[in-house]
């Protein structure tokens, strides 16, 4: 009868077959090795025959029987985890700039789907938080794809942390700031008294719509000398369409007063968004 073990990671789901750690159900595994039939154990019940040590397991395929042994070992994944492992830091800044959630929640998402990287440790401050990530190489490239998506300052940094016995070449851990503008997409921007409406950011790069006259435009890069005040989102609020012919009113949800909006657009909306500056209502489209 042919002998098969399998180690499992006794903290995620992985498992050690052929001198390689896979991810994904054992179950599947057992099914697609040695059988034509799913095991009749259940997944909970197979971990924990194996936890018991009732590791008995007898399978047939077109090959003949396999005895299947099991053992519970960390993966390599879960090791360095375990020991706190990291090869560089991504530092994310300005918790002012409304998007600096999602761009958390994008960081955390990748990562996370990026076969052999893992986050160590995480570190919220005032200012930001500090991801602590496995791969150095990894943390280039998604810095910079964050970067491309939710604009910013970057700034590199390494620091000498071993050296390679095997090599002898000098080890670096290295740092990567992101620092968000005070702005994000979604928001507005007054510039020179008109509202921008800022569509989307790539890199330096920032996509506006121009809310009086509607006309798209793009700015190489907007500093805080070059812009007079920012409306976020957040402020934006929905009111009462009163008239749409033969110009758009609105029912001003603190003064009750019927108001004309200053862009004026076609809709057959009850109610629709709209953004306050100095007095004045302007539709977000």
Request: hydrophobic letters at 35%; glycine letters at 6%; charged letters at 30%.
């Amino acid at each position: 009868m042919n002998k098969k073990n399998i180690k499992l990671c006794r903290k995620c789901t992985s498992y050690f077959y052929n001198n390689v750690w896979r991810k994904g159900d054992i179950k599947k595994a057992l099914q697609t090795l040695f059988l034509d039939e799913k095991p009749k154990e259940s997944l909970p019940n197979l971990y924990k025959q194996i936890k018991l040590g009732q590791m008995s397991f007898i399978l047939n395929n077109d090959k003949g029987q396999f005895s299947v042994s099991f053992s519970e070992k960390l993966c390599d994944t879960c090791s360095r985890t375990k020991s706190g492992y990291f090869e560089g830091i991504f530092q994310v800044r300005n918790k002012k700039n409304s998007n600096f959630p999602a761009l958390i929640e994008k960081t955390q998402e990748k990562i996370l789907a990026r076969k052999g990287v893992f986050v160590s440790k995480i570190i919220e401050s005032k200012t930001g938080v500090d991801f602590y990530i496995s791969s150095n190489k990894y943390l280039i490239s998604l810095s910079k794809e964050l970067w491309k998506q939710f604009g910013g300052e970057i700034k590199h940094s390494k620091k000498l942390f071993s050296r390679d016995h095997m090599t002898n070449k000098e080890v670096y851990r290295g740092t990567i700031l992101l620092r968000l503008t005070d702005y994000g997409v979604g928001d507005i921007l007054i510039i020179k008294k008109s509202l921008y409406l800022i569509t989307s950011i790539q890199g330096d790069r920032v996509k506006t719509n121009e809310l009086k006259t509607g006309k798209h435009r793009a700015f190489p890069r907007i500093k805080k000398e070059d812009y007079e005040e920012i409306i976020p989102k957040s402020e934006f609020f929905r009111v009462v369409v009163v008239t749409t012919k033969p110009i758009l009113t609105v029912l001003h949800p603190k003064t009750y007063e019927t108001i004309r909006v200053e862009n004026q657009i076609d809709t057959k909306e009850q109610n629709i968004l709209v953004a306050e500056y100095k007095g004045k209502l302007y539709v977000i489209d």
